[in-house]
Each structure stands twice: as structure tokens, then as C-alpha cells.
């Protein structure tokens, strides 16, 4: 068949699923390495305390120990850095405290990492870890966030007053004027609750280094494995980037958490040297729960100016976000960057003004968790939106129908530029698809049942696609964010394409293979994708911000572009015609208007048989790679409607209906796609109904550090829900017209979900998660 | 130091010597290098690790190797026919979109294939329930749920 076969916009079966559904998958943990020995890691049991003394002599001597590592080992070299620079409003930069791989002299959270002890089992090395003399002579925790600035004790004594930065952007004096003489102000404070990821798939490493080749081996559960080699190698441990490999092989789930690079597996490729064997570590449960970077934990007070008729004048929002005890890799963009851009929602309101105190306190660091920035901003805009609408006497829909931005491309002010969109469209679909037209008869019914009905709405818009290296150099990334790709094309026709984005639950194997099959017109089966290896990739930024697809798919069909501009020219060789006459089509080769045609595979062999060869205008071999820097974010929007049912007597609020209406440009995989959504909506609805980073404002532990104490969404938990890909706008600046998808449930969820509960109590605000307990105590303060 | 433990495990007899303290968990991954079955946390709570013991689920992690003498341990590995053929339940999940990461699913399926086979469980409310004991934190269990229903309807 020479058609196009079409396989972008098909709901193919995924490929790697065969492995997984098999037990066959190769995570981490999974694998073991001759030679292989255990890693342990002593944790602080102190949110803030001086190490008085580290005594690790007898436990040298335990049984199977091979080594104890702790902060003297490190001393000479770096600290983990940081990939971005946020200068204050007074220009000064952040403060950059050293984040070193093993406690030097001070914790700074329960769970600091204090000593490494190496043996030949697992037992053993947490035997001696036992044994390990500590004395630590205790200070005060600063543990929230919002008092970090006011409590006498320092995380770090660079930053006295706990203040990281104090960042701004946008017109103050244009939206607080605004806000001074405006019909109506709408003002509100929240929180925007601490998260803590929970791939489950804990954080794994295992290192090694070669004697022979004097080089080093990382497996790491990482979803960046190009970068987690670059930060170690060049700016921790000074080992020649040639040296190392690092293999990122089946992840078990990320959401951010394992784009980072931590203290953990740079100990250990350190160690693996002095050992001269193999270290493998695993994270438990419970060691996850206190060392990953966790998400969110904002404060905010927001002010929404509107005129008489409900259109937005201002915009003026002051956060304090809490960054934990250490710059994580990306902590500072996330509160920054890549939050107060996104004030604008998908409105043309003309003023806006943010504020971002970023302190340090004594938790967990708190970096990009599965919508990064974006959700925190989408929160403050649609609770806002909704809540001026509810004190205006408007319909939450109509509201943002007279707000929305509806030419295209937009400036907003608060520096992006939206590229393409249909606000109305989503909103519209989401509407008849949420039924919202028999909410008032569902609500009767409710009330005939002795429950509270509401309903909510989030019209979100996120910036995907990360990212346009120039600006966000400009903005202060230490980074390039474009993406890698290569495609060799074998002898016999059959591609192996190495890409540097990390599938870890994307299911890149197949959406990749079906951009591919499309491009060149070759069945899957002869397509293999390959990726997560730095010793197969040529480089790679890996996976984040919803940007595979659009970062590094296009990288892929830009050699793919290569690949085939040089069978034409083969092709025309072959056929003893003009390269400009030569067309592809179908996976062949053709002089176009005659009959005359070269299948691909032909072009191929002789690409590596070089018989009959134009020798003067081409090299042998078919294989070519691209770098794509993308000119734009992509901005994935959409709208989102939650229906809950509360009992004002136990506080139980159930969710009945979610809606999810959302518009990312061309799809590839429809199924892909809607299991992306899925996921982020369960982890949105878990943060606004179930999930709280939880730490003791005392003595700085972690008071939600398991199972148990954590509530993660469970199958009961969540509802069946509604989602619908609109056939929307194309993205206009790469040529797949795509997104991204991966963030948006999580993004557009929690307002709907607060926003439906606020609703159906009659009240203005709602803290997350709306446990039974909170929400019992608002209907009773509410008199419900 | 060592127990002697005899079990069947996917069909064969197996013979090893464990320490008294192994979980069930460790030996399967650790002793037998059965690595399909995953540890997702310590607390007894995401089912990651659930095995088929007598053609039971159990939480591998939950208990000790040496308390499945005797007795017919099934693992992911051993759920799909000898010619490879995927169990219903297992095609179902790939029908379905019901894994992404892939790290829960072993459990899932292994907790799907005991709610349908021991629970009868086949209503969506039904499967919900039954499902309490399995974390997933990348599909949202919708498309798990619609696996396990259509997987049920299969294996009847």
C-alpha cells in the first residue's frame, strides 16, 4: 500500500506494554551488577541542628562494611547547583547557599543526608548505620514557609532573614491604581498546599566505575539523563563528561521528582570509586517521603479589579513560596518563571503585578512537581475569576466569556506571547459535556437527599513545550532547553531514531514510532526508539513541562526532514533524474509525474552499498540528527468543570462529575492522550481534596511521611471522568501543530474541584486539601 | 542460619535456603531474581508487590518467605500462558490503556485477575472498591478500571 498509512491521530496499543504487563520491565532496582554491593543512607532525625560529632569508627569495623562516606569526603568538591539564576527586584541575585552531596557540619532537614555507609548487603550497611556516633547539638526550625522571614534562626547564615529572592514582574503602579479606583475588588488569601510526589517507583541508583577504562556507570531512576551527567560531572564532582554513562532504563513514573539531581546517587558514583565495585541504592518508602523534592507550598493574597460589568481592569498577586532547605535543581524558576508568566490565564486582563518572596526553611527542598509553577498560578486565577463572579452576581461562565482573549497572537502582560487558541470553544464543549444545564435539577435532587450540590469552573492555560533557549536565557536559565534527535536508518531499511526526551509512562516507544511510521512511510515494526542512555543518545534535555512531543518530536521529524533530502538525492541518482524532481510519498521514492520509483529500503542499501553512488555530491550511510530550540512556548488550554455533592455533617465531599474539555492542538495517540489526562486530573483532584505535605510547625517533622499518613488518591477515591480533546488550534511554530498534554489535568483540576465546593457551601474560600475535617468546619462556620 | 524452603513458583518446585527474617518479597526478587514484582513503599499500602499464593493475593512484602512452604506461589512472570500468550486480564490492560510507568501494573493485574476469580467483582463501584489496596499514580485508575471490567467479561 503507498498511501500514507496515517498512524498520527490513532489509538495505537502502546509497544512497551508487552514488558511491563510481563514483569519483564528493567527498572533500577531490577538491575544487579557482578561485583554489586548496598548503599545506606544515615538520615538527620532533626529538622535543624550543628553536628557536634560524627563518629564512624566502630561502624567502619561492623560486619561487611566496605565504606563510610560523610561531608569531610566532599569537602573539595562542589555543591549541587542550581540550573537558574533569579535575580531580586534590587537586582542583587539569589542567594545560592552550597547544597553539598553530605551534610557539612549542619542539617538542615529530617532527612539531610549525614553519612553513606557501603557493604556488602543491604542488612549490613544499615547495621552499621546503627553504629554511626552522632551528636547534634539542636536549633530552631524554621518550618513554615510564611513566618520563615520573622523567626530568629537561619537555614542557611547567607540568607539571615531565610529570603532567597524577592522577584517581581509585571506594572505595579498600573495594577495598583487599577485596583485603587476599580468598581469592584475581589481579594483573597490561600495556600497552595505542599505536595509530595510519590512516583511509586522510589528513587533508585546504582553506580559503578570501570578500573580498566577508568570510567564511570549510573543507573538512576532520572528522566533526564543528559543532564543529571552534565550538573555531576561538571559542576559536583569534576569527572570529564566523556567518563561517565548514564542510563535512565524503565522509570517508574517521575512527575518531576526525578529530573533533579541529588546528593544520593552523586555520593554514590563518588563511592564507587573508592569501593572500586558496584553501589546500589533504594529508596524506601519512607526515605522517599522525606528526601524527594516536594511541590507546591505557596502562601498567597491575591487582589482582581473589575469594572462595573465584570471585565478585569488589575491583577495583583504576592507569594511567599517556601523553597525548603536547599535549592533544589530547579527550584527558583518554578515560584518565578514559570508561575507569575502564567497570571494572565486566558484573559486580556491589562494590568498585572506579582510579587515572589522565596524563603528557605527547614524541609524538604520544593521544586517542579507535574504542572510546575502553572498549577499554583492557574489556583490564584481561577479562584479568583470565580469567586469575583460569585460576589458580582455573574455566571461563572459568562464572566470569562466577556474576559477572554480571542485574537491571536496575544502579549500578555506578564512577558508570553500565546501563539494560537479558542477559549470559547473548550468552554463552550465542557459545558454540554458537564451537562450543566441539569445541574439545577441535580442539585434538587441532592437537596431532597439532605446534601449540598456545586459546581466549579477552571478555564486554564499553561506554557508547554519548555523551551525557547534564548529566552529563557534571558530570564536566567543556566540551560539550553531545546531537544536532540537522531535517526539511523540501517542497510536494510528498518530505523533505530535516539532521542534525548525519557519516556517514563509516556509511551514515547509508540508515539514517537507512529510520527515516524507517518514520516516516512514504513510500518512500526521496522521503527525502534530508543532513549535514556547518554551512551547511545547524542545529548538530550529529557522530559518535562509537557514538552516530548513538541521539543523532542520535533527534533526527531527535523531528521527525519534530513534523512529524506538526502534519499531524494540517492533516489535521483538512482533513477538518473534531477533531485528536484524526486518526491516522497509512501515510503517511496519517486520522479514525480512519471512511473519511475525507488522503495526507501533500496535507497538505504545503497546509501551503505555504494555501487552505483553519486561519490562527487554525497557521503555513504544514511544517518542524520537534528537539534531543535523551540521559538515559543506551546499553550495547551482548556476548560474544566467539577460537580460535588458535600455532607455538611461529616464534611465527605464526593466527587460526581469531572469534565475535562481541552484543546492541545494536533494529537498523535487519542488514548495516550486521554490516559495523560486522566492522571493529571487524579493528582489535581488529590491535591485539592486529599494530599498535604504535612510538617510539625515545632519541631520540623514530617508529620505525613507514609501511606498512611499521606492520602493518596485511591480507585474509590476518584470519579469516572469526562474528558474530551477538542479538535482545536494547531500549534503554529512546529510542524507536528502540538502541545503537550502531560500537565493539564493536574493545572486545570484543583480550582474546579474548590470552586464546586465553595459553591455548594455558599462560601468564599476552602483550604486544601478540603479534608472532611475542613470542609466540616467551614459548613458549620457557614451555618450549613 | 539458613531455613530450607521448598515451594512451588510459576509451575516448578523450588528449592532455597532463606534467613528467617526474608519477606516474601525479598525472595522473589532477591533469591529468585524475579523481578516483576515490585516494592513501592514499606508500609504494607500500594500493592505493588501482590503475588498469587494459592491462587490468593497476598502483599508479598507483608510476609515471610518461609511462611509460603509448601504452598503455590504465582508471580506476574508466571500469569501469562506457557506460550505467551497474555492472560485475559493482561490483554485487557493493554486493550485498555491500563499502565503507564508500568511500576503498580504487576500488582494490579495479579490484584485484578483475584478480584474477578475470588470476588466476583464486575461492577464498576465493585472493582473501584476492590482496588482500595493497589496505588497508581499515573492513569488515574479509570482506564484499570475499564481493563478490569472488560478483563472480567474475558476470563468468564
Known amino acids: 500500500m503507498n498511501a500514507r498509512q496515517g498512524f498520527i491521530g490513532q489509538s495505537v496499543e502502546r509497544r512497551e506494554d508487552a514488558r511491563f504487563l510481563t514483569g519483564r520491565g528493567q527498572y533500577t532496582d531490577d538491575i544487579s551488577l557482578q561485583g554489586q554491593t548496598y548503599g545506606y543512607f544515615l538520615r538527620s532525625p532533626y529538622a535543624h541542628a550543628r553536628i557536634k560529632k560524627l563518629d564512624t569508627a566502630a561502624a567502619a569495623k561492623a560486619p561487611g562494611v566496605l565504606g563510610i562516606f560523610t561531608g569531610e569526603h566532599f569537602k573539595a568538591v562542589g555543591g549541587l547547583p542550581c540550573g537558574w539564576l533569579i535575580n531580586s527586584l534590587d537586582s542583587t541575585p539569589m542567594k545560592e547557599p552550597k547544597h553539598p552531596v553530605l551534610a557539612d557540619g549542619k542539617v538542615r532537614y529530617v532527612g539531610d543526608r549525614v553519612a553513606l555507609v557501603v557493604a556488602e548487603t543491604l542488612e549490613q550497611a544499615k547495621t552499621a548505620a546503627a553504629m554511626i556516633d552522632v551528636d547534634y547539638d539542636e536549633l530552631k526550625p524554621v518550618v513554615d514557609g510564611a513566618k520563615a522571614m520573622s523567626i530568629k534562626s537561619a537555614v542557611h547564615d547567607e540568607a539571615p532573614d531565610n529570603r532567597c529572592y524577592v522577584w517581581g514582574i509585571g506594572d505595579k503602579d498600573g495594577a495598583d491604581a487599577a485596583i485603587k479606583s476599580a468598581a469592584h475588588v475581589t481579594t483573597l488569601t490561600f495556600r497552595n498546599n505542599r505536595l509530595i510526589p510519590n512516583a511509586i517507583e522510589p528513587r533508585a541508583a546504582n553506580a559503578s566505575y570501570d578500573v580498566n577504562a577508568d570510567n564511570y556507570t549510573l543507573y538512576v531512576a532520572n528522566q533526564n539523563p543528559h543532564v543529571e551527567r552534565l550538573l555531576m560531572c561538571a559542576f559536583v564532582l569534576g569527572i570529564p563528561e566523556h567518563k561517565m554513562r548514564v542510563v535512565a532504563p524503565d522509570v517508574g513514573g517521575g512527575f518531576g521528582s526525578k529530573i533533579f539531581l541529588y546528593g544520593e546517587e552523586t555520593a554514590l558514583v563518588f563511592a564507587s570509586k573508592q569501593i572500586k565495585r558496584p553501589i546500589k541504592w533504594t529508596a524506601d518508602r519512607s526515605e522517599a517521603f522525606l528526601s524527594d523534592a516536594h511541590g507546591r507550598d505557596h502562601l498567597t493574597t491575591a487582589k482582581l479589579a473589575l469594572d462595573k460589568d465584570g471585565k478585569f481592569l488589575a491583577l495583583r498577586v504576592d507569594t511567599t513560596a517556601a523553597l525548603g532547605a536547599y535549592l533544589s535543581t530547579f527550584a527558583s524558576c518554578v515560584p518565578t518563571i514559570l508561575y507569575a508568566t502564567l497570571l494572565a490565564g486566558q484573559y486580556k486582563t491589562p494590568k498585572i503585578y506579582a510579587e515572589v518572596t522565596a524563603v528557605f526553611t527547614n524541609t524538604a527542598p520544593v521544586d517542579a512537581y507535574r504542572g510546575a509553577g502553572r498549577p499554583e498560578a492557574t489556583y490564584v486565577v481561577e479562584r479568583m475569576v470565580e469567586t469575583a463572579a460569585h460576589e458580582m452576581g455573574l455566571d461563572p461562565a459568562e464572566i470569562r466569556r466577556r474576559n477572554f482573549i480571542t485574537e491571536f497572537p496575544y502579549a500578555s502582560p506578564v512577558g508570553l506571547t500565546y501563539d494560537t487558541g479558542d477559549y470559547n470553544a473548550t468552554l463552550s464543549r465542557a459545558i454540554e459535556l458537564g451537562d450543566v444545564a441539569g445541574f439545577a435539577k441535580r442539585k434538587a435532587a441532592s437537596e431532597a437527599k439532605g446534601l449540598k450540590r456545586g459546581i466549579g469552573y477552571s478555564a486554564y492555560i499553561e506554557a508547554c513545550g519548555i523551551a525557547p533557549s534564548s529566552v529563557a536565557g534571558a530570564l536566567g536559565a543556566r540551560a539550553g532547553l531545546f531537544e536532540a534527535g537522531e535517526v539511523r536508518v540501517h542497510p536494510t531499511g528498518k530505523v533505530t531514531i535516539f532521542t534525548g526526551s525519557h519516556s517514563h509512562g509516556q509511551g514515547h516507544e509508540t508515539t514517537f514510532a507512529q510520527v515516524v511510521a507517518d514520516k516516512l512511510g514504513i510500518p512500526m515494526d521496522d521503527i525502534v526508539i530508543e532513549h535514556g542512555d547518554t551512551g547511545k543518545v547524542l545529548f538530550g534535555m529529557g522530559t518535562y513541562g509537557s514538552r516530548s512531543i513538541a521539543v523532542g518530536g520535533t527534533a526527531i521529524v527535523k531528521a527525519l526532514d534530513k534523512i529524506i533530502a538526502k534519499g531524494k538525492k540517492i533516489a535521483a541518482h538512482l533513477m538518473e533524474a534531477a533531485d528536484t524532481d524526486v518526491v516522497y510519498e509512501g515510503g517511496v521514492f519517486k520522479v514525480a509525474g512519471t512511473d519511475k520509483n525507488v522503495p526507501f529500503a533500496s535507497v538505504a542499501l545503497t546509501a551503505y552499498v555504494p555501487h552505483n553512488f553519486p561519490h562527487d555530491k554525497l557521503e555513504p550511510g544514511l544517518n542524520e540528527n537534528a537539534f531543535y530550540d523551540p521559538s515559543n512556548f506551546t499553550y495547551p488550554a482548556g476548560t474544566y468543570i467539577c460537580e460535588v455533592e458535600v455532607d455538611t455533617a461529616t464534611g465527605a465531599v464526593k466527587i460526581d462529575r469531572m469534565t475535562a474539555c481541552d484543546d492541545f492542538g494536533n494529537v498523535i495517540n487519542p488514548m495516550i492522550v486521554e490516559g495523560q489526562v486522566h492522571g493529571g486530573l487524579a493528582q489535581g483532584l488529590g491535591q485539592a481534596l486529599l494530599e498535604h505535605g504535612v510538617y510539625d510547625t515545632e519541631t520540623g517533622q514530617l508529620l505525613s511521611g507514609s501511606y498512611m499518613d499521606y492520602a493518596m488518591p485511591r480507585a474509590d477515591d476518584m470519579p469516572t471522568f469526562k474528558v474530551e480533546t477538542v479538535k482545536g488550534t494547531p500549534c503554529t511554530h512546529n510542524p507536528l501543530g502540538v502541545k503537550g498534554c502531560g500537565e493539564a489535568g493536574a493545572i486545570g483540576s484543583p480550582p474546579a474541584l474548590i470552586n464546586a465546593i465553595c459553591n455548594a457551601l455558599g462560601v468564599k474560600d476552602m483550604p486544601m486539601p478540603a479534608s472532611p475535617y475542613n470542609v466540616w468546619k467551614a459548613a458549620q462556620a457557614a451555618g450549613r | ?156
Open chain 2, 1 to 156: 542460619m539458613g531455613i530450607k524452603l521448598t515451594l512451588t513458583v510459576n509451575g516448578a518446585s523450588v528449592t532455597r535456603e532463606v534467613d528467617a527474617q526474608t519477606l516474601l518479597s525479598e525472595f522473589i526478587r532477591e533469591h529468585l531474581r524475579l523481578t516483576g514484582t515490585h516494592i513501592g513503599c514499606d508500609t504494607s499500602q500500594c500493592g505493588a508487590c501482590t503475588v498469587h499464593l494459592n491462587g490468593r493475593a497476598v502483599k508479598s512484602c507483608n510476609m515471610l518467605a518461609v511462611q509460603a512452604a509448601g504452598m503455590e506461589l504465582t508471580t506476574i512472570e508466571g500469569l501469562a500462558a506457557a506460550d505467551g500468550t497474555l492472560h485475559p486480564m493482561q490483554a485487557a490492560f493493554r486493550a485498555c490503556h491500563g499502565l503507564q510507568c508500568g511500576f503498580c501494573t504487576p500488582g494490579m493485574v495479579m490484584s485484578a485477575v483475584d478480584l474477578v476469580k475470588n470476588h466476583k467483582c464486575s461492577t464498576e463501584a465493585q472493582i473501584r472498591e476492590g482496588l482500595d489496596g493497589n496505588l497508581c499514580r499515573c492513569t488515574g485508575y479509570q482506564n484499570i478500571v475499564k481493563a478490569v471490567a472488560q478483563g472480567a467479561a474475558a476470563m468468564k
